[in-house]
Nanobody, 129 residues
Framework: EVQLVESGGDLAQAGGSLRLSCAASGFTSDDYAIGWFRQAPGKEREGFSCISSKDGSTYYADSVKGRFTISSDNAKNTAYLQMNSLKPEDTAVYYC??????????????????????WGQGTLVTVSS
């Protein structure tokens, strides 16, 4: 059974930085995409970034482009999200999700909520002003 565990959520001040991790276990494929999603209070969960294990290709939504950086360590089956220049509107529960035998694309991020089946439990990021 594939499992994802997020960590690194914390309280940060506006302008500060946090680094989230998403550790995957229970699968042997080296071909997958991991995406980051978030759900702010009172809002629907939205995707904003992903990375492909095969070629490291990435995608960022405009809301985080230039501030967040996704990376991965395939040997550890772990994806990371470096979040800089944090804003209060980044406050949310952050989730990672995985799909095998696919590449990271805008569709993966923008529509993944509707079909992705492997999710972590989430980690809370709170940004104070």
């Amino acid at each position: 059974e594939v499992q994802l565990v997020e960590s690194g959520g914390d309280l940060a001040q506006a302008g500060g930085s946090l680094r989230l991790s998403c550790a995957a276990s229970g699968f042997t494929s080296d071909d997958y995409a991991i995406g980051w999603f978030r759900q702010a209070p009172g809002k629907e969960r939205e995707g904003f970034s992903c990375i492909s294990s095969k070629d490291g290709s990435t995608y960022y939504a405009d809301s985080v482009k230039g501030r967040f950086t996704i990376s991965s360590d395939n040997a550890k089956n772990t994806a990371y999200l470096q979040m800089n220049s944090l804003k209060p509107e980044d406050t949310a529960v952050y989730y990672c999700a995985l799909d095998e035998n696919v590449y990271c694309t805008g569709s993966f991020v923008l529509h993944g909520n509707a079909y992705l089946e492997i999710w972590g439990q989430g980690t809370l990021v709170t940004v104070s002003s």
